[in-house]
């Protein structure tokens, strides 16, 4: 649209940036300025005046400006005139006439009855009940499915047990037994293993249904599939999953508990037991432990491509705290862990005989608190709670277990080599004379019993009848690998330590 300014008489002019800056309602329209554009041919002057004023009239009128003006008048009489035209006109529209179903007779109503919904809230059954005519006929038995799909889970009874409540006959039973030789056992199956069976058709109620079908997963590397054939012969179909062997390793941060941080790496707990005691063989857990130290465990570790995993033993149990590192890994048949050199790492005495206990006195010229006066401590102090269990720092026979005077109750133990162990003060003794003992039982309880000022473990090691410091005694002779074995050993170590590590700090 144009809205170039062109003054005419009585006409409000406008432009563009008017229109966008004045307030509304102080402005009219802009209006064409030349009539030729309407069509309407200028014969006249007459006319063409007439014709103008008319162009010219302002029919939207704003009543709100100008009131009682001759302009404001006319605006009032033209918005009187529409709302009476639009009165008048309203007032004759016709009514909508629209048809409506006629209302239902009695017994129409008693048939409609049966397709309401309504009851069905009540617990109703609706819908027209037809009673038999002379076309129906009682069946002498109701028919049967053609085929039975099933799922089912192995409980209690083995496979048997799930097989026979599924309905698979006898003689279906021996046959699959037959067919599992050598693969699975049908007294077997690990329970919870879900089975997946098709039951066929049978010529009478009275037989059991034949076997169709039947797969389930007979182990972790396996998985058995039963099925007939066109023969009628029921035949087994082993099929293995690949299972990727490759072990877990896991590597973090000690933190506040090297314990909970491993569990938070997603290690079961028996592998973390297993781990602090092998670390606890080879290291004080107690006092060489720090918050930044970094922890790594490797585990046997299955993965089948369906997606199952399963955890298996502890292979190699690392601590690095930059001072005294500690490596081992799993060895050979007996389950033994070994040092990077070879040297098995049960060989020397375990450093802290109770669990989560601290040094509380070492060994050397102490003050004694109850005598009064300082003598040689023969031995090392472990302060722990009463009732903590005490074990044996290293395998050997118990040669007293009994009441000693100031050591209390107390456990002395034979190592063989010239070597023994006395553990004083003891609540409750766990052993008998002349019992023999491994390295880690426990041998009795942390109590306060003899010359003690509260509970607490007085541990001594001797050699050759005379006390020695426990931290200074290396040897028990232990096992050691060498040769060909050592390297293979070392070997398997490198390769396990490359495997991309998984857990809490990369
Ligand atoms: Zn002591």
Redesign the pocket.
Known sequence: MELTAIRREGATVATAADFALAPAGRISLPRAPQLPRFGLPLSGTALARTAAQIYDTDLVVDLGDAIGSGRWWRGFGTLGLLIGTALALGSHTPSLVAPAPPPLSPSKLEEARFDRISPLAFGSVTGRQVPANAMVRRLAETPERPRVELSANIGSGGLEGALRRAGVGRDDLEVISGLLRGISSLSGGKPGTGLNIVLGRRESKAVPRPLEFLSYRASFENKVEIKRGADGQLAVKNIPIRIDNTPLRVTGEVGGSLQRAARAAGLPANIVAEYMRQLGYAMDIQRDIGKRDKFEIIVSHRRAETGETEMGQLLYAGLMNGRSNVSLMRWGNSGEFFWQTGEGVRKGLIRTPVQGARQS?GFGMRFHPLLGYSRM?Q???FAARAGTPILASAGGRVVLAGWGGGYGNVVVLDHGKGMRTRYAHMQSIGVRNGQQVSQGQQIGRVGSTGLSTGPHL?YEVWMNGKPVDPRSVKLLGGSQLGGADLQKFRGEMARLKKLPAAGSAG
């Open positions: 006195s401590h031995g090392v102090d007085h």
